[in-house]
Every structure is written in structure tokens, then in C-alpha cells.
Nanobody
Framework: QVQLVESGGGLVQPGGSLRLSCAAS????????MGWYRQAPGKQRELAAV???????NYADSVKGRFTISSDNAKNTVYLRMNSLKPEDTAVYYC?????????WGKGTLVTVSS
């Protein structure tokens, strides 16, 4: 089993920044990818950013140039640096880890962008 603990959400003004963290623990042998998904009120969950074990990254078009995903493999931790935040970035952000082909999800952390 893999457990995920997210942190770093909160209330921020438009144009502000936040950094989300997600630490994986448990019986971890091989993480293939770590990513952040988000779900805005009344909308489906969508990919924000993902980083693979070889370092390749992918971003949703809506966050390109503003969000940066990174990882510390020694700590089994993934980060999401979010700059130039917009009200439409308001959502619950979920961490997802692909471990041995199995997906594991965190409980989510709320990000609210509002003045």
C-alpha cells in the first residue's frame, strides 16, 4: 500500500503563488509517475501536470508557463509550483502516484484564488 499526504493549499489572491507538496510513504518499490490533478466545482477532474520517472513532464494547456512540477525521488515527494494564479485555478488539487501500474490518490487539498 502507498499512502499520499498533500499539503500547501489555501487562499491566495489572483496573481499570487502557491506550492503544493505530496509525500508518498509505505511499501514503495517503483514509482512510474507522479502527478497533480484538479477538480473545480461542478467539473470533472482533469490533469494539471505529471512528471515521469525519467523526468519527462506534461502540462495541461491551461497551466503551461505558470505551473512547474518537480520531484524529489529520494523523498518520494512531488511538488507543484503555481504562479500567476487565476480565479479559474480554484479547485481541489489531488496528487496521484502510479506505482507498479497501480494508481494511488491523495485526499486532495483545496486551492482558492480570490480577492
Amino acid at each position: 500500500q502507498v499512502q499520499l499526504v498533500e499539503s500547501g493549499g489555501g487562499l491566495v489572491q489572483p496573481g499570487g503563488s502557491l506550492r503544493l507538496s505530496c509525500a508518498a510513504s509505505g511499501r514503495i518499490f517503483s514509482i512510474n509517475a507522479m502527478g497533480w490533478y484538479r477538480q473545480a466545482p461542478g467539473k470533472q477532474r482533469e490533469l494539471a501536470a505529471v512528471i515521469r520517472s525519467d523526468g519527462r513532464t506534461n502540462y495541461a494547456d491551461s497551466v503551461k508557463g505558470r505551473f512547474t512540477i518537480s520531484s524529489d525521488n529520494a523523498k518520494n515527494t512531488v511538488y507543484l509550483r503555481m504562479n500567476s494564479l487565476k480565479p479559474e485555478d480554484t479547485a481541489v488539487y489531488y496528487c496521484k502516484v502510479d506505482h507498479y501500474g497501480m494508481p494511488y490518490w491523495g485526499k486532495g487539498t483545496l486551492v482558492t484564488v480570490s480577492s
